[in-house]
């Protein structure tokens, strides 16, 4: 029989599977919804389907390296558990090597890109139905550098944290330094340039409404203001921020010591902005015991 449109947008709805998987299914099935539903379920698509709705805030943060490009990637799971199955950390290291060889333009290009004749939309639904949790590749980032620049990368805790620093100069130690004290600092901004105005303007109408609240002298007021700002610029800025390993020294001294210049990091923290599932336990065990 014809398979319509609709009936095809239905399955998809009801199983988040591709649309080629859900016409097939349906003409196995001759158009019923539910058999083809239990097609699905028994070449174990529904079974990553069903994990569709889950949410993935675990999993691990990577950096792959090839020449003068890196990708720093995040992979979901559902849970931290997941994180160190073997096949799971295979598969993120194959989507690493991958998006840094193809420097795909957008996610859905590199959910489009093929591990062994595999697109990694496909081959991270099927390693879900295989481990019975919802796997996404949630993000990644393309880094280029010159010939003259140097890459440090420094994956914190296995890969809960990634941190790419990119430094003119210097060499891959005082990158990787630095990449280490991103992961562990977590600066906002590159420098005090990077900072947006009206993220300046707010901070600074803040301080002059704190400091004037202190009941401070109206004439000492913007000066106490611009050295809080400034103070404020100095947290955020990774230049300008207290080097971890040699507080005498700002990160920018620190690559300067080194004959380098920071030009620039990324910092990938799992999960970060995702809304965790928070469940009650008392709730849930008495969820049970109804």
């Not at 957008?106 to 295989?130: M, R, S, Y």
């Not at 611009?226 to 390993?245: A, H, P, Y």
Request: proline fraction near 2%; charge should be negative.
């Amino acid at each position: 029989m014809a398979i319509t449109a609709a009936q095809v947008k239905e399955l998809r709805d009801r199983t988040q599977v591709g649309m080629m998987d859900a016409k097939k299914a349906l003409v196995a099935a001759d158009g019923d919804m539910d058999k083809a539903i239990d097609v699905l379920r028994e070449k174990g698509l529904a079974k990553a389907a069903k994990k569709a709705g889950n949410v993935a805030a675990e999993g691990l943060a990577d950096i792959a390296i090839a020449g003068n490009t890196a990708a720093v990637i995040e992979v979901n799971s559902e849970t931290d558990y997941v994180a160190a199955n073997d096949k799971f950390k295979d598969f993120v290291k194959q989507v690493g090597a991958a998006i840094v060889a193809n420097k795909p333009a957008d996610l859905d290009a590199a959910l489009a890109l093929e591990l062994d004749g595999v697109a990694i939309d496909a081959a991270a639904k099927a390693l879900t139905a295989v481990i019975g949790e919802k796997i996404s590749l949630r993000r990644f980032q393309l880094v280029e550098k010159t010939a003259s620049e140097n890459f440090g990368a420094y994956l914190h805790n296995g890969g809960q944290i990634a941190a790419l620093v990119t430094v003119d100069g210097a060499d891959e130690e005082t990158a990787r330094d630095i990449a280490m004290h991103v992961a562990a600092i977590n600066p906002k901004y590159l420098d005090r340039t990077q900072v947006p105005a009206a993220e300046l303007e707010h901070e600074t109408a803040v301080f002059t409404e704190e400091t004037k609240a202190e009941g401070k002298p109206e004439k000492i007021v913007p000066r106490i203001v611009e050295g809080r700002v400034n103070k404020w610029l100095s947290e955020i800025s990774l230049v300008d921020q207290e080097f971890v390993k040699d507080s005498d020294k700002t990160v920018a001294e620190y690559a300067k010591s080194k004959n380098g210049t920071v030009k620039g990091f990324v910092r990938f923290e799992v999960g970060e902005g995702i809304e965790k599932k928070q469940d009650d336990f008392v709730d849930e065990v008495m969820g049970q015991v109804k």
